[in-house]
């Protein structure tokens, strides 16, 4: 399911595993992740969350850049700059240095 194509063996390393993931796995491993469910609508249970998070870190550090990775853009949102906003508003208002 998670392998790009098929293979007589099966990988040895998470390395060899990460390696053979397609875009359009990741995209779909993605969007599990999202929606908390398999793109035939059964849910994910907590161990398979967990290691479909880790499979998109993994794949992320090897095949994309910074800019591309998942929650990069983050920092531009504007719910990221409205805490910010607050919390040094927070510090102004408690007499903090900031």
């Given amino acids: 399911m998670?392998?790009?194509?098929?293979?007589?063996?099966?990988?040895k390393t998470m390395?060899?595993?990460?390696?053979?993931i397609s875009p359009e796995i990741y995209e779909n491993l993605k969007e599990a992740i999202g929606t908390g469910k398999w793109s035939d609508g059964k849910k994910l249970n907590k161990p398979q969350l967990e290691h479909c998070i880790q499979i998109i870190i993994l794949y992320e550090s090897k095949f994309l850049s910074e800019e591309e990775k998942t929650g990069a853009r983050l920092a531009d949102c504007q719910s990221?700059?409205?805490?910010?906003?607050?919390?040094?508003?927070?510090?102004?208002i408690s007499g903090e240095e900031g």
């Fill in 80 to 92: 990221q700059r409205d805490i910010l906003s607050t919390i040094s508003l927070m510090k102004e």
């Fill in 2 to 11: 998670i392998i790009d194509e098929p293979h007589s063996t099966t990988p």
């Fill in 15 to 20: 390395e060899e595993l990460i390696s053979r």
